[in-house]
């Protein structure tokens, strides 16, 4: 497969795109450490969109496959409020496109978009300290890790990229 990507930002029709991740116990076992079924789902996707309102050039992205148009994941690139000089990057990917260098992809492209907004001082990202891939993954790009803390019982990694 190509690495060729193409980032599209969520919008209230895209339940189903948002559900085949989180859904999916792969996906989701560095994250939350369990699938999450419909109704939490449909919670967090209500969240997910009302992000997507603060700020036009930032928020969560479905990622494609340019060519063949097929759905890859989520990428985010998530700012808390309106003129905060901080985003925070993180990507879920479905489990037949890891290992091909797509999570880097989405990283660097995550990257570019927050460097193309001056307002943008530092782009963080919290992973599981298990996750060595995607800790790669972010320190080729430039991050470096910060602390290490609990995020609501799950251990946490926060890394960042000062700009």
Known sequence: ???????????????????????????????????????????????????????????????????????????????????????ELGYMILPKYWGKGIGNKIGEQLIKIGRNQESIQRIFAIIDPKNLASRKILTNNGFTSKEFKDFDGLPGEILELTL
């Open 1 to 87: 497969m190509d690495n060729k990507i193409k980032l599209e930002k969520f919008n209230e029709k895209d339940f189903l795109y948002f559900f085949q991740l989180v859904n999916n116990e792969k996906v989701m076992e560095m994250i939350t450490e369990r699938a999450i079924e419909v109704d939490e789902a449909k919670i967090d996707f209500e969240k997910l969109i009302k992000k997507n309102k603060i700020n036009e050039h930032f928020g969560s992205f479905k990622v494609f496959n340019a060519e063949t148009n097929e759905f890859i994941g989520l990428a985010k690139l998530e700012i808390k409020e309106k003129n905060s000089p901080e985003v």
